[in-house]
Structure formats: C-alpha cells, structure tokens
C-alpha cells in the first residue's frame, strides 16, 4: 500500500458529512438485555492478540458473523445488545479508558471476540487502538463482564495530538466536497484523492488509515481502511473486502441501487507523481474475478454486502479505464487528461459525459537519446482554485479558466534538463508543485517540490465550534480562487459544579447536563419511630411509619408489622373440622386429622380401620358395579360383573378390578347385569370369566360384537343373548370354538355367527 502526503493535487474538491458506519449484523435497536450477577469468585481473565485486525496488519476472518443464540443459565432473553455495546467501546476508547462494563449487553466470550474486532475495523478512526485486547468473564455462564483496551501510544498527549491531525486530515479533504455532487463523483473524488497523496508502502509495515491520511504510506489495508471512512462520513454505504490467498483487501462500495468494487491500491502507480488510475474503479463482481485478477475462493466482506450484489457491469469497459490522472474539479465540471487532450466532463445520468475539450497537447516527450522516437499525452493535470495546470516535458503551465490567460509556472533548470524530463506532477492545495524528474515514463522517481503559487486571501470567514461540534475558518484565495478550510475542533465540555442529589452536573458554557443529579442515597429504611434520612445531604426522605398491627392467630400473637412488639395475645384454636386425609380401604388404614378452621393447623390425628371386604357387597369402578364374592384382599378375591352405572355403548369386561386397593379377578357376569340395555352395542369379556348369568345381556337389540377372551367359560345362562341383534357376531377363541358354541346354544344367539379370532 502507499504513502500519503494529504497536499493533495488541488484537482479534488469536497465538503463535510459526518456519519459513522458499522457493519455487524443487525441492527435495530435490540431489546435490553438480561444483566447475569456474577460474583468475584466467578470471574476470570483473559486477553489476546486479535486476527483479523485490518489495521495492525490482518485480514477479515471467515467466522466475523454474529449469530443470536441463547447462552447458559439465562444470562439474556433476546441475544446480545451490540448497538449499545458499540456506544459503550465508543465512549470509552474516545476516552482512553483502560476498560468498560459489557455485562449488561448480554455477549459471549466468543460474540466479543468476533464482535470487537469487527468493530475496530468498521471505525478506522480508532486507529491507535493496539492488536492486543482483553476482557473478564464469567466462568458460569460465560458472558463477558469487562472489555479491556491496549493502545499503541503509551503517551495521552501523543495519542490526541494524532487523532487531531487524522480528523484535520479527514475535515481537509471533505470541506473541498462539492454539496451538488451525486455519490458516483463523490466516490471518484476519494479514489482519486488517496491515488494522488498516497504512496505504497514498500516495508510493509503500515496498515492504518492514519498512514494513508496523515504519514501517506501504507499497504492496502491501509488504502482500504482510508477509503472506508471517508465514504462512510459522505453517507455512502461501504465495506472491505479481504483475501488471504491474495493476500490483498479492497472496497465495495454502494452508488445508487448497485454494489461495485473499488481497490485504491492498484488504482495508485506509486512513485509516479501526479497520476491516477481508474482500472479499478467502480466495477463489477464478476470483472474483478476475470479481468482484475482478484479472483480467490475466500473473498470476505466486512459486512453485509456478498458478491452477488455486485452485478452491474456498467463501468467494467468504461473511457476512464485509459484515463492516467485525477479528475479535477471547478464550477460544475470535471477535468482529466484523456486522448491527448483535457476534456471538460459533467454528470449525466450514472456516469460521465464529454462536454468538451479545454487544451489539445502537441507536445512530444523523446525518448532519451533518442530524436525520432517519442511518447505523446504524458501531460497529467490538476486544479488549483480556478487554475488548471498541466505539463510539456520541460515546462509546467497554468490556465485560468476564469479569463483564459494562460502562463507557464515552471521550468526545469539546465541541470535537470540534462538528468531528465517531467513524467508526472501535481499541484498541492498550499501551491506547492511536487514533480517527477526521470528519463524513462515508467520509473518511478523521489518527488521534488517547488512552490508556485502563493495563497493571497484577505478576509476570512469564521464558524465558531461548540461543545460537542467542530467549527470553520474559511478563506478564498483572491489570486486563485481557491477556498482554505481550517477545522477549528469542538472545545469540548466546561464542567460546572458537581452533580448533587438534587441538581445534576452541567457545561458553564452551554449548559448541557453532563451528569444526572446523584439522587438521594437513602439512609436506613424508617422505622415506626425514626424517619428514614438522605446519607449525603440529611434530607429526611421518608417520615416515622408508627406502628403497624398484623393479624394475630391461635398460636402467635398480634405483632407490629414493623417493630414485631406484641399487640394481642394469641386466640388459641377456637373452632375445629374434621378432615379424612387418607381414606381407608380393604389393604391399607386411614387417616383422619381434626384441623382449626382458623389457622388450618392439625390439632391431633386418628387411624381410620381397614375397610371390612364382605360378600355380597357391590362397588361401582369406572361406571361399572362389581358383587363381591370371595372377600379375599391378598389378590386372590373374586368378584362378578354386576351391570353399568351410566350408559356406555361399548361394554369392556377386564380381567381383573381393583376396589378398595385390592385386586380382584371377575369370574362371573351376574344375572340380567345388561338386561334391556339398549344402548350397548359391543361387549369384550375378560380371560377370568367363567359364567355368564341368565339374561345377562337379553333385550340389547342394538348389541352387533360379541368378543370372548376367555378360554375358562363353563356356564352360559338361560336366555343369557336373547333378544340381541338378529346378526350379532361372536367371536370366540378358536380352540374353544366348538366347546363354546354349544354353550351359547340355544341361550338366544344363532351359533352360526359364532366365529373364532
């Protein structure tokens, strides 16, 4: 990357927009985080050297996304609040803090890391932030706790005295932008600007945009970086693009609706004074995996732009793909050296037209020693207020494009006439020409310096700054017309007094509140007899509550709610219940408690007997009525079904019951259980079933499935199925197929619909 010297060639004129832009995912205002308690025991410490740090010599890294995803133990119920990360890494390395609280924007170990790095490489101005960085962390639930910062400057002074001559920079080159401009001019006015003032770095050493901006040497990440932030304060959206495989990084930037690719780098022929390329300028995806030679397979974007987007060719065979030096800008036009010639050029549309011709050269630069073979169009040009100036091979010249005089500024003395010709020059804003002395058009040369104009401005016009914004000192030159820009950086806040409980902490010069006032800190809380005081200043904050009666109950007093003195006596358990807590079945005793039904408290308990199994007895069981008919409760008790207690239509006769805790085989289906009940239509009879009663199902005329499970059935009863659906089927096990037909017969079902399953 290259070297910078931000007198640029006064070809390049801009004005000031502010506005920071950063590319991580998302960002609508995030819900506010859960903030996990984490205690000192639960900490840990840990710190690193960043990858992919465009600034210190990285590249983008492929994992740089920021997936949304729940971490352990709750620490956030919406994912990490980055927006307001940002701020908070803002303020504090804009305030060389050592360190800032992150735990309440809910972020893991591993979103920080890819977070912070992201975020460092989106703001090229915090360019003396160092590679290392760390943070605490909770080692429960892993959320970062505490960000920590390094510099790259031990020296506080040192460091500002920088970032004023990197904003005096940045302010320089966007005073001179143009409020008429569209995005595609003002886009062309940075690539050329950098092109122009910056040199690559051939120590490989420099990667920041203050190199580029301020020092005017760096290597791509460096261009890339300068790029970035600049069209980021003209509000034009822009990101990097990096490859490892390259080993290189560019831009992509947006103009209009379209995405295009940008590599100031390659746009730049270090150590050619005064010219710029625009082979890379404004083009496509697909051109620069074909015809630019960026082609790799790990391209990686710094935000949310993918290659895709870049799909408009438009520019890929462009005129300015010929064009060899800046674009130069005066009163609506853009100028440049193309075809032998300075054209004049406007916007038209999304590009640029020619609108005419200022200067046709004829001037031959011979090769050396050589009369007869020679290089035509090798002029270049760059403005100056309203001096546009371009160069013969020994003389530089100067047309004023206001009166069209025309005047030569420089020419090369005898000594160097005999060591070379002029291969490449500009103009810098201060009128200082920088020119190339070589003897080949391809060599690159040590710029000389030569002053050719000096400024001559009579009035000056002052914005004054504030606080919180940067003012101007503007001056037009009245030899050339050329207007001088001077930042004069916001003062900053005057603190007032400090912030109390009741009045905050405000600016003595524009009144801005700095810090909210402090709010009472509140003594102990009142009792029924002391009010409750402010700590810092006595204010009493809440009067003497006095006591306070609670309700009293049979065991404990009546107590002040506040001070707990005793007011009543305890009333003793006045009225009481009786509640059966566990009843008591065939297997097992119960309980039953006699409760106050004041306090609810069991004042004593009583065992409740066995439930006594007797013969004869019915239970009814899930809508069904069971005899009892062998009172045994060890499992081995029998019992018959005894008919429903609610009409169901599909009757299920198990194998076995259990009542009162205990289980009971049911052998027998008692007589008439089912008479007449019309609303049956299938019956299943259970293994332990060994007789069915007389009439048990008579007068079921809607009853179709009959379906015996057991193999023990030895009596059916008289007119057990009569008067049954006329085709009711019954389906029996097969080997008792023929047993069971001649039971059934005759009891008033055809055996013939007797099957087996």
Known sequence: MKKITFNMGACLLLSTLLCLCFALPARASAPKSVVAQTHTDDLAAAEEEAEGMLQTGGLLQAESSLPERVPPNGVRSYGADYVGAEQALARAIENFEASVSMKEYGMTVDEYKRFYVSFVNNHPKYFYLDSR????????????????????????????????????RVFEILSQVDSAWSDLEKALYINDTIALNCFY????????????????????????????????????????????????????????????????TWNDPSGREGRVNHTYFQKSTSWFRTTGKHDAADWVYSGAAEDDQGVDSSYDDYFWNEVKSPFCYYDGYWYSNFQNSIKKFRINGNGLEVCGTEKTFDYKWYQWGSEEKYYRGLSGCCMLGNRLYYAAPEQIYALNLENGEESVVFT??????????????????????????????????????????????????????TCTTDGKRSGVCTACGFWQNQRIPAAGHTAGAAATCTKPQSCEVCQAELVK??????????????????????????????????????????????????????????????VTSKKATFVKKGTQKIVCKDCGKTIRTKTLAKIKCKKGDIYTVGGYKYQILSPKTNGRGTVAFAGLTKSTKKVVIKDSVTIQGAKFQITQIKDRSCKNKTFITSVTIGKSVQSIGKEAFRGTKKLKTITIKSTRLSKVGAHALKQTYSKVKIRVPKAKLRRYRALLNRKGANIKRVTAF
Not at 226 to 238: E, K, S, T, V, W
Request: aromatic content about 10%; some cysteine; overall charge positive.
């Open 133 to 168: 960085y760390g943070w605490t962390y909770s080692k429960t639930t892993n959320q970062v706790i505490t960000a920590r910062f390094y510099y790259r400057f031990e020296n506080t002074d040192e460091v500002r005295q920088k970032i004023a001559a990197y904003e005096n």
């Open 201 to 264: 770095d051939d120590t490989h050493t420099r990667h920041s945009a203050y190199d580029v901006l301020v020092d005017g040497t760096a290597v791509c990440q460096g261009y890339a970086l300068a790029y970035l932030d600049l069209m980021n304060r003209l509000g034009i959206p822009c990101e990097i693009v990096t490859s490892m495989e390259i080993n290189h990084a560019w831009n992509f930037v947006k103009i209009g609706s379209s995405w295009y690719h940008v590599d100031v």
């Open 412 to 465: 090369l003395s005898d000594a160097e006439k005999s060591q070379g010709r002029l291969y490449g020059f500009y103009v810098n804003w201060d009128g200082v020409l920088k020119y190339g002395l070589a003897q080949d058009p391809n060599t690159a040369v040590p710029a000389r310096e030569q002053r050719v104009h000096e400024h001559q401005t009579a009035s000056w016009q002052t914005i004054a700054n």
């Open 517 to 578: 006032a402090t709010g009472h800190k509140a003594g102990p809380s009142a009792t029924c007899t002391r009010p409750q005081s402010c700590l810092s200043c006595q204010a009493e904050l809440a009067k003497a509550l006095g006591h306070k009666a609670g309700k009293r109950s049979c065991t404990e007093p009546a107590r002040c709610s506040r001070c707990q003195a005793v007011l009543q006596k305890a009333s003793g358990h006045l009225h009481t219940r009786t």
